[in-house]
């Protein structure tokens, strides 16, 4: 998909010239092609692009400029030959089970993906008789022995939220090779700039644009990336399904990803020092953060990761209580459950992204009462700390 001079060019580079389409007027931005459909100059040109033997646009559904600049861009990122763009995260995950899965089918999900995810498996998949089973992320033999003939499709989140589970990429990658089905792996976390599932052996990447794709905070989208063979598929599902990309939404992610790499490694960099911070304050019980040696994840994270990212976890001492005052103490840290932004953001995963959970389920995924999650923003690092020791100081003892 990429310009033929980008051959072998690195990531930064990518970012901010992979994928470019200038018109005639010679816009050295790219633009915004705000039109839903387009003009043909003549009847016989109509003819041509509707019947596919002629290669222009016919309507944004189908094809749209800023769309495909933005397909081109996170395609090269990914080190693929195609992506297609939707209109948000579960939209790319459901354009994948549409395209690639029927009746009949198996899945098998890691336990720990995004609680939406879950819903879409157990909730709607299951209306149209694919059935799906759950397995512990970083297990390798729950995943083996969970294999049925019928299983079509491994699908993952790593690192995992909030706890930084880090999954073997290359033995699931082999594993679903032995089992002649697909991998397909969640890439939100660590973005392009971090991990690169397709050269650990993925079939499929999925995006939720949404996060740090755009990076602050502005809009929905998602995204799907492999071989063009499989995003031919999914592309026949979004064209004719309909959760296609806003063209507008397709250039504010475009320019999000020119500093994708710059502001990863500064959300590593930020969360890094945040979880060293915390892992040596007294008030804090335990830090989940795959940047610590300790965490049992790390060794594997630095074998298949460039960085850590953005999201750590951490047990305060204390209960719910102690949590929620912790939480209501910050000042700085935005109180929201979404993440991928400059913006650092606060949240208890046990009464909100993961509230659904059963009491035992939770604490089966380790969800306890005292945990908090932090996305990491950018802001000065010191600002984060003092805003940690305003919660800390609000916190009762126990
Ligand atoms: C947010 C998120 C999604 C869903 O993306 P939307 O753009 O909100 O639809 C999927 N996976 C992960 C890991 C996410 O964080």
Redesign the pocket.
Known sequence: MQDDFLEGAGIDTLAIRAGIHRTAEGEHAEPIFLTSSYVFASAEEAAARFDGSSPGNVYSRYTNPSVRSFEGRIAALEGAEAAVATS????A?LATCLALLQSGDHVLCSRS??G??SVLFTKYLKKFGVAVDFVALTDLSAWQAALKPNTKLLFL?TPS?PLNDVADLRALAAMAKQQGCLLAV?N??CTPALQLPLTLGADLV?H????YLDGQGRC???AVVGSKALIDEVLGVVRTCGPSMSPFNAWVFNKGLETLRLRMDAHSANAQQLAEYLHAHPQVERVFYAGLPSHPGHALATSQQRGFGGVLSFRIKGERQQAWQFINATKIMSLTAN?GDTKTTIVHPATTTHGRLAPEEKQAAGITENLIRIAVGLEDIRDLIADVERGFGAVSLV
């Open positions: 948000s995260g579960m939209a995950i993906v995004f939406t995810t989140e939220n969640d939100c976390f999925i939720s644009a949404t996060k929905l989208g998602g993440l």
